[in-house]
């Protein structure tokens, strides 16, 4: 039996404003399954991001995956939008827009990315997948940012 579209679609705008208003670790993780296996992931060259482009798993990898990032981006004036809902498999895809600091180097960059979250049966996550601008993160960890942004624009 499918979920109705509204109670999916909340459920993961409950995750994504607590996600935006910076929550507790322990708040982002209660939004998780703890019937079934859980993942988080999210796409690119593992190079670029010691949290890109490789799965967590489990809750500690999933925590692992949430700290790494906190511990590494800041991140203000998010919001997302364009929530795509199907209502037989309970997925969402959504599109995600903020701006995000480098926390050593402080070079930050505009960035829009796109979420897919998976639901179980009780609207708790199974499997977050993001997909987002790996290169400006990249550039920015490494205190490139700027310098790239300099040089292109005297092209």
Not at 63 to 72: H, Q, R
Not at 129 to 151: F, P
Request: include cysteine.
């Amino acid at each position: 039996m499918s979920t109705p579209r509204e109670v999916l679609e909340s459920a993961a705008q409950k995750f994504c404003s607590a996600f935006a208003e910076k929550k507790d670790i322990e708040t982002i993780m209660s939004f998780f399954s703890t019937k079934h296996p859980i993942s988080a992931v999210e796409y690119g060259d593992p190079v670029l991001a010691q949290f890109v482009g490789r799965p967590f798993e489990g809750n500690e990898g999933v925590k692992k995956y949430f700290g790494l990032l906190a511990s590494t981006i800041t991140y203000e004036g998010m919001h997302f939008s364009e929530y795509v809902v199907d209502t037989e498999t309970r997925k969402v895809a959504l599109k995600g827009k903020g701006h995000f600091i480098w926390s050593d180097t402080c070079e930050s960059w505009n960035e829009t990315f796109a979420y897919v979250l998976d639901f179980d049966e009780d609207l708790q996550l199974v499997r977050y997948q993001v997909w987002a601008d790996s290169g400006a993160a990249y550039l920015a960890r490494k205190g490139r940012l700027e310098e790239e942004r300099k040089y292109h624009s005297e092209e």
